[in-house]
């Protein structure tokens, strides 16, 4: 999985509680991206980022932040976890400045449960 | 609003057969189309992509066929395995480092 870690794999949690989701590289891509699958859905960008503390809005960013305080790490929080946020969150990175920099790699995802 | 619509929803082929899945896209701003395969349990993997300036591109036994004045794209895949039973998404590249992705096709290669 390219050198991407997210964490946890499998949560289970309870509407209204906050839960932060981790997303870890060692490719010091630039590019940093956090996308929700849910089926017929395909993926659905959430947020994404361009550098450290450089972060916006993706196609469903509703009741999610993120943050990105070092190059290798970047955070999705749900602040007040709804069972409609139930799904696979899926972390992926790219870089920049390459005949390659379009490409994404994906990590092995984090499946979230909310009760 | 979906930008790239993907088709068919699922697939079922013999082994050895063709399987093709289609998307059509709206936006002409779109640069870059690549397809990425899913396993049970994984992550999506970049399988191939094609940019807009060449209409065939072809690795191994897979095919992406690019028409841009239809505005759609396709993914072949020839000689199928059941080892290729997975997950397809085709996607599109926007506005930069973006990609829109299709609702995917559930590929079932029967032995």
């Known amino acids: 999985d390219a050198g991407i870690t997210q964490s946890p794999r499998h949560k289970v949690t309870e509407t209204g509680t906050p839960v932060t989701l981790r997303c870890h590289q060692t490719?010091?891509?630039?590019?940093m991206y956090w996308y929700r699958q849910d089926p017929g859905h395909g993926l659905r960008l959430i947020h994404y980022s361009y550098g450290v503390k450089d972060t916006d809005k993706g196609e469903v960013s509703d009741g999610y932040s993120v943050s990105r305080s070092k190059t290798e790490d970047f955070l999705l929080t749900l602040e007040s976890a709804t069972s409609s946020q139930t799904s696979v969150y899926f972390c992926a990175i790219s870089s920049a400045g390459t005949l390659s920099s379009y490409e994404q790699y994906f990590g092995p995802g984090t499946r979230l449960t909310v009760t | 609003q979906q930008q790239v619509k993907q088709s068919p929803q699922s697939l079922i082929v013999q082994k050895g057969g063709i399987s093709i899945i289609n998307c059509a896209y709206e936006?002409?701003?779109?640069?870059?189309f690549p397809w990425y395969q899913q396993f049970p349990g994984k992550g999506p993997a970049l399988l191939i992509a094609?940019?807009?300036?060449?209409s065939e591109k072809k690795e191994g036994r897979f095919t992406i066929s690019f028409n841009k004045s239809a505005k759609q794209f396709s993914l072949h895949i020839m000689d199928s395995q059941p080892g290729d039973s997975a997950t397809y998404f085709c996607a599109a590249n926007n506005a930069g480092n973006m990609l829109t992705f299709g609702g995917g096709t559930r590929l079932m290669v029967k032995p």
């Open positions: 936006n002409t701003a779109f640069d870059y």
């Open positions: 094609i940019r807009p300036d060449v």
């Open positions: 490719e010091n891509h630039r590019y």
